[in-house]
């Protein structure tokens, strides 16, 4: 298994952290690997929120459905949640007009962005779970995001208090296909 490949098979969503702070060289480290994410065009369209003080932790968390999303506890039990934010209509924007079939592709760069953040702070012995469950205009509200941007993801940062065994993974062959689907 190569260095790229084994952090990435390693790497599981967490949602039970233990109170560890969160040491600022490691935060660092992690937007530094969000700013060296590939975007379109290099728009760079993200933006991140650290989120550190209780209260705010606890005003994102009340947007988060409590029933049906397992995160709901680590947006207040990780010591750092990371709120990634998204600038419209400029990734996959060329002359302010949307140039492909999927119009704005904040997503895409966004998504990139979120591995980032996720293997890199494996790496360092961190664990995150992305949410993406919560009332996005609450949350946004919350965190007093400007027009123009969304408040996409939700990544609670911290150090484990589990982890878990990988869950089963499709086979290659089953979702490869050679020169025609």
């Known amino acids: ?26 935060l660092q480290h992690l937007l530094e690997a969000v700013k060296w994410a590939p975007s ?31 995160a709901f506890k680590a947006i207040v039990q990780a010591p750092v949640v990371l709120a990634l934010c998204g600038k419209r209509h400029v990734s996959g924007y060329y002359k302010d007009a949307a140039v492909t079939k999927f119009g704005d592709w904040m997503m895409f760069d966004l998504g990139i962005a979120t591995q980032n953040i996720c293997l890199s702070a494996h790496a360092m ?29 939700m990544i609670p940062v911290g150090y484990p208090a589990k982890r878990g065994s990988a869950p089963k993974r499709r086979e290659i062959g089953d979702f490869t296909h050679y020169d025609k689907w």
């Open 1 to 26: 298994m190569d260095d790229i490949l084994k952090p990435i098979m390693e790497r599981r969503s967490i949602r039970k952290y233990d109170t560890r702070p969160i040491p600022e060289e490691a």
């Open 40 to 70: 379109w065009a290099n728009t760079q369209c993200w933006e991140v929120i650290v989120v550190k003080d209780a209260a705010a932790r606890a005003r994102l968390q009340a947007t988060v459905p409590q029933k049906e999303n397992p």
């Open 125 to 153: 012995g961190l664990a995150t779970v992305i949410v993406g469950l919560f009332d996005h205009i609450k949350a946004a509200e919350a965190m007093q995001v400007p027009e123009g941007f969304e408040l996409v993801a």
